[in-house]
């Protein structure tokens, strides 16, 4: 009979290590119920936090943290983590959820080293507290916990190559749960499994061929395997690799045997795995993923050079398993290398095919360099849906999606559009599959999809063109609303209208380039208001108000502040930034006086 | 005997394909005379392209380039490439050594596929050259070729692992010198050590290990191997890996003999090495780089936690190979990986040491994510030296120092300085050795080392606060100078005195961040122009013009315009740009009317 475990009393890693194993497997089952009922309630990470809660347990237990240190990366399989450092009640009250956040946080714990979200970075990091140790001449063992799906992130190899030099202690917990948000894709994917396959003991060993000793641990769920594996390394004095062998969702059968749909989920039903809440099946609202990958789809029936890829995140652009297989080899998943994505997508179109890299606006800022030398500087007409950038996008600070427009907009050559509703983007998309000689971006919406079939379309989106929407007085205001902030601008030029104000609405398209021919029509006015949805500095609006600088028009650029932010409130955000339609009317009645 | 060979009658290498293995070994030796002639007389990549000559005959043999298809990694080893596609008068008549740039360059020929400089992205834009033939169900083959140094780069990494997912023709030779631009750093090449020495049979095989077929050449300077190896490999029907070890200098004994100071050149002497036109020993003008150097170098005799760490170009911050020896465990160079280095340095700063990034500007933009989430987001107080980040470093489009501002300016928390003189550089690397709040970039200032003793230090640099160098006229003009500019602005000054107008002269040591205080007392002024070494999209003077949006002062942005240059002659940019002291004083004069 297993002993009980009174989650309670667990308030540090130092509560769990004077435990038997009979009572630490009893721990891990006490730790995965509450873990299912907040996973269920709340949704999060459901397969990768089921997965580890073992192999977290066991690091805690051998390893002295927090004096050793452990670097989880992205850090979203660490809700064990939290539980047995000091956090348990945000797992086990509901009204405590949300009393952490969903990544390691140094502002929650000292067990916490960094705040992570985007992966591959762990081994790099670790590598910088190791070398600090030895600087110091300190002793302290350092680990650096790392997913099979996070290694294909260029910065995994550069941190595993460089590790491997620093000849003193340097643990590499390789978690292998075979699946990466979906599955994996790459070259070391096939050596992973053939290691599992052999029980470690393969010839070919990425890790070995890197420098480092390595262990493998078949039952990555297994804690007396895993106690022993970390014994043995512990204070170690080189770097090794511990493989291990999870399965990512266990104890969920559900999330066990769909590990992509339960890698992160809203809150779902325990038995069935149904979603929580959802709208009735077939009335779910259309996003601009789904639009793009509808249209894909039937776009390729007849055109062979179209190819769509994703860095390991096929659902940001709408492509679940159903759609991958219907696109087949016109579909590519590089895993997550975002520079592989955008240089390849450099080949694609050299070579005469025409890609569409679908991105996150958080991750494409691992790719800059690619943006700007593999396809900016050569000229290959690529095209870049840029997903969640936008202030009511991902609003944990690991994710935000509001830095984009000042990173791409200032890179010489690229086009960066912004459509404001759904025909406008699907036009933009139609052209940009037929556009020969300048790599375009597509900054997808924030927000619900909106229609607006009176929106003015164009064949042709090289050139800026800005869109008058409304034309007021000459002498008056104009709103110059960007992408998501074109209706809320339209709603403030109502506010203005029902006060006698005729202003000017322009949808500018692109968030890019200046249309001067319409923007020096505007030097009469007393002022211009620039909405966009990012950060102001380095974004749209400063490059306006650069070009009015020697004018008396006023200008006021809204957007945000220049700051990280964590789980905001998306309408706090906005009125805290002037960006609602009553506060840019009352900015703009304040530039008329 | 060997054979005589007109190079003039080389036009394309189909010329080449006519010849037997003897003519070939006389165009080898042939080739090589003009170019030793050119690189001594002119400078250039001395040991990359002597090193490839071999290799570069056996390719273009071999292959029906150009439907076959070759990517040259970084491209600075073309030159013999360059000679075999119809640019040879290009490196035997000195009249027209400068027809071609020092890379591959499509608009120099259609053998040259893409514009390259930054390294590590070869294998992956070739995979996408790959992808789209297998779109179109073409037949020809498509090579990759890549440097041992350039192997480190993440992107080589998310290049070879999806690479080897292709399932189709797909050639990757790795040109092994067994040096980077210095020497290599990293457990790979352990890796490519125990290959060559074991003539490409250990078990611990890195390509193998990735998925590629793996194929040695020991004799990577010796034709007949290498059109052994590549025939065998042509027309191949899934990805394999070519490991070629050459001999990087090959034919000119003292590059064979000092690989790292003939990795590039200026002018030297053939026959001795010793570099032509220099000054005389110990007169040397003193350069920014030295000046840290010299500075870290006295400050680690009483400090341990210092860190000068470089991504593989230890020359870019001084470190030639005694300075290095000097430093000893705290110089640490990651071989070419520029994510590792900045991810490293928030581990190292976060463990409580200080680590000091050196980067070229042109390179930083390879880490704009870890400068974001590993850094900014994580406050981790790293310092980041920039150098060649002006319109007065490096001039190829592959190497552009100009877009950095914009690039990390807007990442939130960091603090950008722009030091103007010596004495300002050094105190403000005095003053972020010991910051241990926030990351800290200071970039160096473009063109020759000035001296200013007179210029305004201060103790903490971690707010923002404009030096007022000289007050004008309250109701007049201000000019604004940051780093390399503010020098030009004083002279503009001076012009502008002469016919009787004070104007003030702003040092603002920061351009990230607005000193409201000062700002805001030119609220009055008629004219403020700001000038900056960088373009002006996303740079500091936009977030001064969009301060002053609301006010009457005129604001002008001098800067460069968004556009990629190709050898452009700095000076003719400075006046294209109007950033001469007498256009900026005609401009101040224009904002008085």
New interface residues.
């Given amino acids: 009979m297993q002993p009980q475990i009174d989650l309670t009393a667990i308030h540090s890693p130092a509560d769990i290590r004077r435990m038997d194993m009979n009572q630490l497997k009893a721990l891990a089952a006490s730790l995965r119920r509450p873990l299912l009922d907040k996973l269920s309630a709340h949704g999060g990470h459901v397969g990768p936090n089921l997965g580890m809660v073992e192999a977290i347990i066991a690091l805690h237990y051998v390893f002295d943290t927090p004096d050793d ?1 452990i ?1 989880f990366d992205v850090s979203h399989q660490t809700y064990p983590h939290k539980m047995l450092t000091g956090r348990m009640e945000a797992f086990t009250d509901p009204a405590h959820y949300d009393d952490v956040t969903g990544y390691t946080n ?1 502002s929650e714990s000292p067990y916490d ?6 992966t591959s ?1 762990a081994v ?13 001449g300190g002793t302290e063992n350092v680990v650096a916990v790392i997913g099979d799906g996070s290694l ?14 620093l000849g003193s202690n340097f643990i590499v917990v390789v978690n292998d749960n075979d699946m990466s948000i979906a599955e994996n ?4 994917y ?2 992973l499994h053939l290691l599992r396959n052999t029980n470690g003991t393969a ?4 890790f ?5 000793a390595y262990r493998y641990v078949h039952y990555g769920n297994d804690l007396p395997s895993l106690i022993k594996a970390f014994s043995d390394v512990k204070d170690i004095k080189y ?1 090794v690799v511990v493989h291990i062998n999870t399965m990512k969702g266990m104890g969920l059968p559900v999330a066990e045997a769909h590990k992509e749909r339960f890698h992160f989920s809203g809150p779902f039903d325990l038995k069935s795995g149904s979603p929580l809440a959802s709208a009735p099946s077939g009335t779910e609202p259309e996003d601009y993923a789904d639009i793009f990958a509808d249209h894909f789809l039937k776009e390729i029936r007849n055109r ?2 179209l ?1 769509a890829i994703t860095a390991g995140t096929p659902g940001v652009i709408g492509f679940g398993p159903g759609r991958r297989r219907e696109a087949g ?2 579909f ?1 998943d ?2 997550i ?1 975002e ?2 994505a955008v ?11 025409k ?1 569409f890299v679908g991105l996150a606006s958080t991750f494409l ?2 790719a ?3 943006f ?3 396809i ?3 000229r290959q007409p690529a095209v870049f849906m840029v997903f969640y950038g936008s202030m009511f996008g991902m609003t944990d ?2 994710h935000l999606g509001f ?1 984009d427009l ?2 791409l ?5 690229l086009t960066v559009l912004a459509p404001t509703c759904r025909e406008e983007y699907l036009a933009m998309i139609r052209w940009a599959q037929d556009e020969r000689e300048c790599p375009v971006v597509i900054r997808v919406p924030g927000g619900p999809v909106i229609s607006n079939p009176s929106v003015a379309l164009l064949d042709d989106y090289s050139a800026p063109a800005y869109d008058i929407v409304s034309r007021g007085a000459e002498d008056g205001i104009a709103l110059i609303g960007a992408g998501t902030f074109l209706p809320v601008v339209q709603e403030a030029a109502k506010i203005l209208a029902a006060k006698g104000i005729d202003a000017t609405v322009i949808n500018p398209r692109s968030v890019s380039h200046l249309d001067e021919t319409t923007l020096s029509a505007l030097k009469a006015c007393k002022g211009i208001i620039t909405a966009e949805d990012g ?5 749209y ?3 306006i ?2 070009y ?5 028009v ?4 809204l957007g945000l502040p ?3 932010r964590n789980r905001y409130n998306p309408s706090e955000l906005q009125k805290e930034c002037g960006l609602t339609p009553g506060q840019i009317a009352d900015t703009a009645m304040s ?1 008329m006086e």
């Fill in positions: 240190k670097v140094p080293l960094f705040s992570l979200g985007h970075s790099a990091l670790a590598s910088g507290l190791a070398k600090a140790r030895d600087l110091a294909s992130g260029g910065v995994a190899f550069e941190g595993l190559d460089y590790g491997a030099t894709h790459g070259g070391i096939a050596d010839d070919n060993n990425i070995r061929a890197m420098g480092y770097p062979h050079d190819v080899r016109q590519v590089v895993g290398a520079q592989q240089a390849m997508a450099s080949g694609l179109a050299k070579g005469g095919a890609p800022q691992r800059y360099d690619q700007s030398q593999d900016a500087l050569n600070e690991t830095f000042g990173l907009s200032n890179i010489p050559g950060i102001v500095d380095g974004g609006g400063q490059k108000a650069s009015f600088g020697r004018d008396a006023k200008v006021v650029n220049r700051e990280f530039l």
